[in-house]
T-cell receptor
């Protein structure tokens, strides 16, 4: 089944304790991205990657890091989590080579993170 | 910067009624407008999309209309059913080299039997 898999689905941690949220896709997609979802703010892009070893900041990158060493994986790293990073996180991927303008995203099921 | 406004934030309808969600975008260069449905505990899923060279698109009970002059687009759901209850997000692309999507804040639709 074509899908984007995120882990963990739920995590409660404490301020300053480094954590990684993994994301893997099995569709051979070039483009991958991380979003955070907060009430009243919709989905905001954190980081994105056009291909292996190519990453760039989205709209809210502060406090996050990413890496893209393999095409299928795109982990999100919080080096020193803070309470304002408590949120619902989504990884997404797409075969963005549709240069006509469509960026059809496939989302993971989400990771709910609480930072105390 | 680019912005997408979505209204209403919540919508409650009776089963069988129609539901309309409206979005306005700021970037006149936007050329792709998808709608995503997020069910409880799941990630958003594409339900319909429209490109800038088309004014309307239908898929069974759902339709999307686009007014490029006014820079707004709408999702129409007819004959609503309880399984239509979800959060709906509109989005607009910005031609920033990779067609980044800017999402609206979401609309929580509740369909009551």
């Amino acid at each position: 089944e074509a899908q984007v898999t995120q882990n963990p689905r739920y995590l409660i941690t404490v301020t300053g304790k480094k954590l990684t949220v993994t994301c893997s896709q099995n569709m051979n997609h070039e483009y991958m991205s991380w979003y955070r979802q907060d009430p009243g703010l919709g989905l905001r892009q954190i980081y994105y990657s056009m291909n292996v070893e190519v990453t760039d900041k989205g709209d809210v990158p502060e406090g996050y890091k990413v890496s893209r060493k393999e095409k299928r994986n795109f982990p999100l790293i919080l080096e020193s989590p803070s309470p304002n990073q408590t949120s619902l996180y989504f990884c997404a991927s797409s075969l963005w080579t549709d240069r006509s303008g469509a960026n059809v995203l496939t989302f993971g099921a989400g990771s709910r993170l609480t930072v105390l | 910067g680019e912005n997408v406004e979505q209204h209403p934030s919540t919508l409650s309808v009776q089963e069988g009624d129609s539901a309309v969600i409206k979005c306005t975008y700021s970037d006149s260069a936007s050329n792709y407008f998808p709608w995503y449905k997020q069910e409880l505990g799941k990630g958003p899923q594409l339900i319909i999309d429209i490109r800038s060279n088309v004014g309307e698109k239908k898929d069974q009970r759902i339709a999307v209309t686009l007014n490029k002059t006014a820079k707004h687009f709408s999702l129409h759901i007819t004959e609503t059913q309880p399984e239509d209850s979800a959060v709906y997000f509109c989005a607009a692309s910005t031609p920033k080299g990779y067609n980044k999507l800017i999402f609206g804040a979401g609309t929580r639709l509740a369909v009551h039997p």
